[in-house]
C-alpha cells in the first residue's frame, strides 16, 4: 500500500503500476470536499516519492466516478473573501499539476458520473477510459461559477476551443459516445473491462506506441488557433451564448472569455486567469443563490427519499379524466415506466388524452430521444377505458376531473367503493380543499391532493397536499409515485390553494393594485420579465386563463378575505365577462396569432387596452422598482405567512416550489431568500410603507417584524 486514508486509496500491482481509488467512507457517493483534496495532495507526494512505477491509473470503487465538489462547504469558503479563494485554488491548482507532471503515463478510468471537479480529476491525467453507461461533464455554470479547477484550461487544449466552449457554457452532462467524438476520452468499453483497457494503455504508453509526452506539451502549452481562428470561434460563441443565457446569469459568458484570455499563455498563466475569474463570479450574488437553490434541491430530494423508504409499492395507476390534463398525467406516467388507466365517460375524451399522450411521445422520436418502437412500447402502458373493470388492481388514483367541488366528490366517493382498501386516491386540484373532498370518503386516510401544474411534461412540481385526516402511508405512496414519474413532490398542508397558487394570487393582486392606478399592464409585463421571470403577469394570466383564474381568485378571497377579497371589479373580472379568457380563445391581456411553428404568439390589442380602462381609477406613475416593489412584495409576504402557518415545512422546500412551480427567477433564490439579500428589516420597512396606502395584503407580519428587530434570516448567516 502506497498511501491509505479515508476517500484515497493508492496500491501497487506486480508490475508497478499504481492505482488511485477514490472511495469515500461512509458515503454512496464520491465528492471533492476540502478533506478529500487534502488527501489527494498527500496521495500524488506518495506517488512521486516512489521511484519504481511505471503508471498509474485513477478510479473509483463507487458507482459513481465523483460527482463533483463538496458543494455544502461552498457558502463558507466563498464569505471568506477573493484571497482565501484564490489560495485554495492555488492549492488545487497544484496538486492536479502534480498529477498531470508524474514521471511517468496515467490514465483515469471513468465508470459512472465524472462532474465538476471529478471532470477535472479526469483531465489532468494522459489519457481516459470510459464505461459505456458513465456521464461526463462540467456544470460548473449553473451554479453560476466556472470550471476552477483547471477545466477552462484543460478541456480547451484537449478537445477544442469550439467543443470545450460547448461543454463548459451549456453544463451539459455528456454521454459516452459524445466524449470520445470529440476526443474528450480515448476509448470507450463496457464498465466491467475498464480496469484492463486503462492497464493496456498503459503497456502501449510504456512500450512507446502512444506518446503520453505528447499529450503533456499540448495540454501545458497555448492554444493552437491563430488570432483569426480565435476571433472567429470566441466572439461567435460569446453572442450565441449570451442569447442563451439572457442577461442574469453572467459565468457562460465569463467562462468564454477565460478560454479566450488564457488561449495564448502557458498552463500557470492560463489557471492564474481562471482562478481570478473563479473568485470574481464566486462572490456574486448569483452564484449566491444558484448555490443556495442546489442545496434547497437536496433538502427537498432527501425528504422525498425518506417518503419513498416507507411507501407501499405503486406499480398500477389510473387517471380519472382524460383530456388534455389527463393525457400529460398519462404521458407522464407511461414514460417513465409506470402503466397507466385512463379512465372517461366520453369517448371523444378519451381519444383527446390519447392524441396528447401521442403527440409528445411524437417529440421524443422528433428529437431522436425514443426510436418507433420503444414509443409504441411506452404508449401500451397507457391503457384508455369507459369503465371501471379493471379498478380492483389499481394502487393509486389521480382523479383529474373538472375543478368543481360536486363533480369531484361525485367521481371520488364512486371510484373509491371500486378500488381495493389499501389503494391510494389523489385529487389533482388546483384550490379547492382536501380536507372538503375527504369529507365524504370512507377511507379519509387514504386520501390526498396531488397537484400536477400545467403543461405536465414540462413543469417539475407536484404539490402532495396533506388533508387532516390523511395518513403517512398515503403521503409516502403519493411522493413516490410523483418521483417515479420524474417530478420533484413538495409535501404542503391542506388551506385554500395550497402553497403556490396561494403565493401567486397576491401577486396578481398587486398587478390589479397597479392597474387600477394607471400603470400600463404591458410596461408591467416588461419590468418583471427583466426582473427574471419567465413571463410577466398580464401574459401569465393569458396562458393560466382567465376562467381559471377567477375561480382560484374567489377561492382565496373566500378563504383569506381580510388580504384577498376586493370591492369592485379587476382587470381579470373585466376580461373574464367579456369571454377574453387569454390563450384559450386567442384573446385576453393581448391577442393571439400562430407563429411559423403554430405556437400562439402575443401581439398588442387595443380592444384591451379599452376594457381595462373600465377599472382604471388614478393615473399615476410607477418607476421600475416601485412596479417590482408592488408585485414582489405580496407576494413574499404570503410565502412568509405559508411558512408560519405550517402549509410548507421549511424555506429550503418553499422557494424551490415556486421556482419549480411558477418560474421564480432562480438565480434569485426564491422568495424567502429575496427577503434575506434585501435585509429582513429593509423589507418589512419597503412593506409598512405599502401597506399604508394598498392595505393588508401588503402588511407583514408580527413574526417578521420581530425577526427584522432581532437580526435573524430565513437561512442562517451562511446557507
Known sequence: MIYQGNAITVASNGDNIATLTFDLKDESINKLSSAVVKELGEAVKALQGDSDLKGLVIASAKDVFIVGADITEFHGMFSKGEAQIAEMLEQVHGIFNAIEDLPFPTVTAINGLALGGGCEVTLTTDFRVMGDKAKIGLPETKLGILPGWGGCVRLPRIVGADN?????????????DAALKIGAVDAVVPGDQLESAALDILARANRGELDYQARRDEKTAPLKLNPIEQMMVFETAKGYVAGKAGPHYPAPIEAIKVIQKGAGEERGRAQAIEAKAFAKLALTDVCYNLVGLFLND??????????????????????????????????????KGTP???????EDAIELGLKEARKLFGKQVERSKLTTEQMAEKLSNIRPTLSYGDFGHVDLVVEAVVENPKVKDAV??????LVDDKAILTSNTSTISINRLAENLKRPENFCGMHFFNPVHRMPLVEVIRGEKTSDAAVAATVAYARAMGKTPIVVNDCPGFLVNRVLFPYFGGFSFLVE?????????KVMEKFGWPMGPAYLLDVVGMDTAVHANEVMAEGFPERMARDG?????????????GQKNDKGFYAYEEDKKGKPKKVSDDAAYALVKQVVKEDKTFSDEDIIAR???????????????????????????????IGFPPFRGGALRYIDAMGVAAFVELADGLAEELGPLYAPTDKLREMAKSGDTFYGKSA
Open 164 to 176: 470545450a466552449i460547448e461543454w463548459i457554457a451549456g453544463g451539459s452532462e455528456n454521454r459516452a
Open 298 to 335: 437536496q433538502v427537498v430530494k432527501k425528504k422525498a427519499g425518506q417518503y419513498e423508504k416507507q411507501a407501499q409499492p405503486v406499480k398500477q395507476t389510473a387517471v380519472l379524466g382524460a383530456g388534455i390534463m389527463g393525457g400529460g398525467i398519462a404521458y407522464q406516467s407511461a414514460s
Open 340 to 346: 397507466i388507466l385512463m379512465k372517461d365517460i366520453k
Open 412 to 417: 371520488l366517493t364512486e371510484v373509491e367503493g
Open 517 to 525: 392606478q394607471g400603470a400600463d399592464f404591458q410596461h408591467v409585463d
Open 569 to 581: 371589479k379587476t382587470a381579470i373580472q373585466v376580461m373574464y365577462e367579456n369571454e377574453r379568457l
Open 631 to 661: 408585485m414582489m412584495v405580496p407576494l413574499c409576504l404570503e410565502t412568509v405567512r405559508c411558512l408560519e402557518d405550517d402549509i410548507v415545512a421549511s424555506p429550503a422546500e418553499a422557494d424551490m416550489a415556486l421556482i419549480y412551480g
